[in-house]
């Protein structure tokens, strides 16, 4: 593929896929992997920037995983463009490009789905029913496809990267995983595919997300520890300032994703949030070190 200066390696097939990796590790070099669902941003390119930095040789994969979609969300309206993808990703250091066809990752009738108990009762599974069973199974499938050293994704999912972590654990797979930080715009927004999505005034509103958890931060530094006080105060916060219409809330342990109603001292807490702006849902989230007391 020609991305310009910078040689990457197209890889549609599976079986090519598997022979790449089988042959790079043969060679003794530690692959890298980034699943990804194309539409490139800064954030991915960090990720796989990252992936680099600890391996030989990064894959990326580009596929707009159909089981992790609801009837109702965004499926068919996904962003796609392999040839500009490729070049990003490519930029930031990945050499192959992994854009398996639906038909070849789904063969049909398909039976099998990897299920993690109680993800799909929580934070984004109350709203994406399914969504979470859609990933891991998606992603159990590129890891053995790819069959990398290091798989790294970003904490701006962060119910993913717990759901992947416990997979990997439960089903004793080697991999190890890597989790980088959240990338955000200037303003704070976090990097997302779906802020293409965005009015202009639904942008100007949009970093209220990271606002609210900047404001929820400050709050549990300076001692607060009653959750639904935190979660008030973030409420009013986005509804002063934006017409967008809060889907939840949440200060969780960042661990089992359990809400928590008081913040013990020395506990690592998730505070996560979803907010529509129409029709575009956008998230956010930090992990917030409870200080141990004085
Ligand atoms: O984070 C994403 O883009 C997707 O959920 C992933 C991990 C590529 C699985 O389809």
Redesign the pocket.
């Known amino acids: 593929l020609d991305t310009g200066l910078i040689p990457v390696r197209l890889i549609r097939s599976i079986a090519e896929m598997q022979n790449a990796s089988a042959g790079l590790h043969a060679a003794g070099k530690r692959i890298g992997f980034v699943?990804?669902?194309g539409a490139l941003h800064e954030g991915h390119l960090s990720l796989i920037r990252l992936a680099r930095q600890e391996t030989d040789e990064v894959v990326t994969?580009v596929?707009v995983?159909p089981t992790?979609f609801a009837p109702t969300e965004d499926f068919e309206r996904y962003p796609r463009n392999l040839e500009r993808d490729a070049g990003l990703a490519a930029g930031a250091g990945s050499s192959i490009i992994f854009a398996p066809e639906r038909h070849d990752i789904y063969p049909e009738p398909f039976l099998t789905a990897v299920e993690l108990k109680g993800m799909d009762e929580v934070l984004e599974g109350k709203s994406r029913p399914g969504h979470f069973r859609?990933?891991a199974t998606?992603?159990l499938k590129?890891l053995n496809i790819v069959v990398p050293n290091t798989v790294v994704?970003?904490q701006k999912?962060a119910q993913?990267v717990v759901v992947i972590r416990r997979m990997i654990s439960d089903l004793n797979l080697t991999v190890r995983m890597l989790v980088a930080p959240t990338v955000r715009e200037s303003d704070g927004l976090a990097m997302s595919s779906r802020n293409a999505y965005l009015t202009p005034e639904q942008r100007c509103e949009a970093p209220v997300l990271f606002a609210a958890l900047q404001e929820a931060v400050q709050r549990i530094g300076a001692g607060a520890h009653d959750a639904p006080a935190i979660i008030a105060a973030m409420t009013t916060m986005i509804t002063q300032r934006s017409a967008g219409i809060i889907d939840y809330i949440s200060i969780a342990d960042n661990g089992t994703l359990q809400e928590v109603s008081t913040l013990k001292p020395g506990s690592t807490v998730l505070l996560s949030l979803a907010v529509r702006f129409g029709a575009t849902r956008l998230i956010d989230n930090v992990v917030v070190q409870v200080k141990e007391k004085d």
Do not use: A, I, R
């Open positions: 699943p990804t669902m994969s596929f995983n992790q859609g990933v998606v992603v590129l994704f970003g999912d993913q």
